[in-house]
C-alpha cells in the first residue's frame, strides 16, 4: 500500500491549515504542499506530483468542479472533493463523482467539537484510498437504460439480488443500475457514504433508471422492478423471510465498525434460506466478505467487482481474499451476471 502524499486546495487560508494539521495527524499522510487557486494547484501538481489532491468546490477563477474536469480529463489522478452539504452542494458532488472524484467529504462547518473530531478522522483513511485507487486506470463509462427489457423481455425468477459498496460506490451503482431493466429483479443495496449524498443519488437514480430505486424503510416488500438502498449510518438493514421477503431497519451496535453492516445483511440472507445472489463493490475496509461468505455456504451465486477496475479495491479484495467470491468481473459483466443469475430475457 503507497503512503498518501497530499496537495490540499483551497481559497481560505483557515481551511487549508485545518485541513493540513488533520492529515498530518494521520499515518501514511504527508501533505506535500497547498494551493489557493486552480492556477497554484496546476503548477504545485506539476512540480510537487502529488498522488492525491483534496480539492475545495467554491473557489475564486477557475471553480473546483472545472478544475477537477480539467485534471480528469489532461491527467486523471485521485481527486477527494470537500464541499458544505447544503443542497447545492450535494448536486455539485454528484456532479464530481460523475467527472471522477474518488470521494466527496463534508466540510465540517458547524459541528461540535465531538461531531468535528469523528468527522475529521475519516479524511486520513479516505486520502490513503484515494492513493491506493485504480482512478487512472478505470474506464469511464455509463450503463444504457434498459427501457427495452423493463418493457416486458425481462422476467424475474424469485431471486434477491444484495450488492454493498462505499467508497466509489456512487459511480459504481450508477453503471450497474443503468444495466437494470424496469422488472429488475428485487435488490437492496448498502451504500456507506455522507447520508445527504445518497438521498440525491436516489432521487436522481429513480428518475434515469429504467426502474423504482427508494431508500431503504422498515417494512418495505422485495419485490421485482425496485431497488432499495440502506445508508442510514444509524440503523442496520436485514432480510425477513416471507411471501415476499421485507426489509427490517433495526437498532444494533455496528458490526466491525460498520452500521449499516453489509455482513449482517448478507447473513440474515443466508440464514433465512432465500435464493440470492450477493456482490461487493468497490470501498473502504473489509465489510461484506464474512457475510459474502455465508451467502456462498448457503448456495448462493457470489461476486466481486474486479479488483483491477475497482475504484477502491479494499473490499473486493477483501471479500476475494476470504475466499467469499465465485466470479470477480467488471462492472458491466456483474450487471449481466446479476440479471441472468435472478431471471430470463427474451431473445
Do not use: W
Not at 481527486?79 to 458532488?93: I, N, P, R
Not at 461468505?293 to 473486493?316: E, F, H, I, N, S
Request: contains cysteine; aromatic residues 4%.
Amino acid at each position: 500500500m503507497h503512503d498518501a502524499r497530499v496537495l490540499v486546495v483551497d481559497d481560505s487560508a483557515a481551511m487549508r491549515a485545518l485541513f493540513c494539521d488533520v492529515l498530518e495527524q494521520s499515518k501514511n499522510v504527508v501533505v506535500v504542499g497547498t494551493a489557493a487557486s486552480a492556477a497554484e494547484a496546476r503548477d504545485q501538481i506539476a512540480e510537487l506530483r502529488p498522488n492525491v489532491v483534496t480539492l475545495d468546490v467554491e473557489m475564486p477563477g477557475m471553480s473546483g468542479i472545472e478544475f477537477l474536469e480539467e485534471i480528469m480529463t489532461t491527467n486523471p489522478m485521485p481527486v477527494v472533493m470537500l464541499s458544505a452539504l447544503t443542497q447545492s452542494g450535494t448536486e455539485t458532488s454528484l456532479k464530481a463523482f460523475e467527472l471522477g472524484a474518488v470521494e466527496c467529504f463534508p466540510k465540517p462547518l458547524k459541528a461540535t467539537p465531538e461531531q468535528f473530531a469523528k468527522t475529521v478522522g475519516k479524511l486520513g483513511k479516505i486520502v490513503i484510498a484515494a492513493a491506493n485507487s485504480n482512478v487512472r486506470d478505470r474506464p469511464r463509462h455509463r450503463g444504457p437504460k434498459a427501457e427495452g427489457a423493463g418493457a416486458g423481455g425481462y422476467a424475474p425468477n424469485g431471486k434477491i439480488a444484495a450488492f454493498s459498496t462505499s467508497m466509489g460506490g456512487v459511480d459504481a451503482l450508477t453503471e450497474v443500475l443503468g444495466h437494470y431493466p424496469k422488472n429488475c429483479p428485487p435488490t437492496v443495496i448498502i451504500l456507506q457514504t455522507e447520508p445527504a449524498l445518497v438521498e440525491m443519488f436516489i432521487a436522481r437514480a429513480d428518475k434515469d433508471c429504467a426502474c423504482a430505486v427508494k431508500a431503504a424503510a422498515d417494512g418495505a416488500e422485495l419485490v421485482p422492478g425496485t431497488v432499495h438502498i440502506a445508508f442510514n449510518p444509524g440503523k442496520h438493514v436485514i432480510v425477513e423471510p416471507g411471501s415476499p421477503a421485507r426489509l427490517r431497519m433495526v437498532e444494533r451496535d455496528p458490526v466491525e465498525g460498520f452500521r449499516p453492516s453489509a455482513t449482517l445483511l448478507f447473513g440474515t440472507i443466508a440464514r433465512g434460506g432465500l435464493p440470492a445472489i450477493g456482490a461487493v463493490l468497490t470501498g473502504m475496509g473489509e465489510d461484506g466478505a464474512k457475510g459474502l461468505k455465508l451467502l456462498q455456504a448457503a448456495g448462493c451465486r457470489t461476486l466481486a467487482q474486479d479488483r483491477a477496475t475497482a475504484t477502491v479495491p479494499q473490499a473486493p479484495s477483501a471479500a476475494v481474499e476470504a475466499g467469499a467470491v465465485d466470479a470477480e468481473l467488471k462492472l458491466e459483466e456483474l450487471a449481466a451476471d446479476v440479471l441472468a443469475q435472478c431471471g430470463t430475457a427474451d431473445g
